[in-house]
């Protein structure tokens, strides 16, 4: 199937994400996002997680945590012995240490920790053409805010559901995918003209849903398709269905039956 595959990005299949925490024990912030290795972590402004720009006890890149053969490796840059903490441990410049999910990083007054990687996404996509403009790990603990705009649709990343500010939006359909606790949920936070809000097809009646993967969710002019973090995707042909499925689940759509067309334009191998 990845040898017929006629997109260049097949390596994306392999691309590993991580998701990490940032903790600031003085401004009690916490931000908890998903990232493509390598990331740089440091008071620089190029940096990935820029910790704070004023502490000149940071290294401009501080950390750099990246990918060698599957494994996750921190890579400490930090030019001082002990500025650089692994699970309490001191690092030595230059040392290098292999992070788990759960390891957390002591920067100054900083811990970062690794979180269980993201295993849902979501990608907004047109509806009629089915080009895909954005794409988001959904992290445990974090939530996504999408509203209607007179410039097209905003799409918000937030580290957390309090940090969703509704404020304002009441008029336009606003709605929000949110993972706190076990299930990754989509709710329609506000609907004044009574859109239609459609899942694979069918009409949303409900406010709020558990999430599963290859949800197909379309409104307006937008779509938006729930996907397996780092799993290909295609799209049903049928051109009354179109909702996406997942290419090793079986030759035809989940919804309608027809054959899926393995290897044609619809297949889609996301960087997701
Ligand atoms: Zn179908």
Do not use: W
Not at 85 to 91: D, Q
Not at 102 to 108: D, H, R, T
Request: hydrophobic share 35%.
């Amino acid at each position: 199937m990845q040898t017929s595959n006629p997109l260049p990005n097949t390596a994306s299949q392999t691309m590993q994400t991580v998701a990490i925490e940032v903790t600031n024990e003085h401004r009690a912030e916490v931000q908890r996002r998903a990232y493509s290795l390598p990331v740089t972590i440091g008071r620089g402004g190029t940096c990935d997680i820029q910790l704070d720009p004023d502490n000149r006890a940071i290294s401009r890149v501080h950390v750099e945590i990246v990918e060698e053969g599957g494994r996750t490796i921190l890579y400490n840059r930090a030019s001082n012995a002990n500025a650089t903490r692994v699970e309490r441990r001191g690092l030595q410049p230059g040392e290098r240490v292999e992070l788990h999910p759960g390891y957390s990083i002591g920067v100054f007054d900083y811990t970062l920790k690794l979180l269980e990687p993201a295993r849902i996404g979501i990608a907004v996509a047109d509806r009629h053409d089915l080009t895909v403009s954005k794409e988001f790990h959904l992290v445990p603990g974090s939530a996504i805010i999408a509203y209607e705009s007179p410039g097209g649709l905003v799409v918000e990343a937030a580290a957390s559901l309090s940090e969703v500010k509704t404020e304002g939006l009441g008029g336009n359909l606003t709605v929000l995918f949110y993972y706190d606790g076990d299930e990754p949920t989509f709710a329609i936070l506000a609907n004044p003209a009574q859109e239609q809000v459609l899942l694979d097809r069918g009409l949303i009646r409900q406010n709020a849903l558990y999430l599963r993967p290859f949800d197909t969710i379309e409104f307006g002019t937008t779509r938006i398709e729930v996907l397996n973090v780092g799993q290909a995707s295609i799209v049903c042909d049928n051109p009354g269905c179109r909702v996406v499925n997942a290419v090793d689940a079986g030759s035809h759509c989940r919804l309608c039956g027809t054959p899926l067309n393995i290897g044609g334009p619809t297949l889609r191998q996301r960087r997701i």
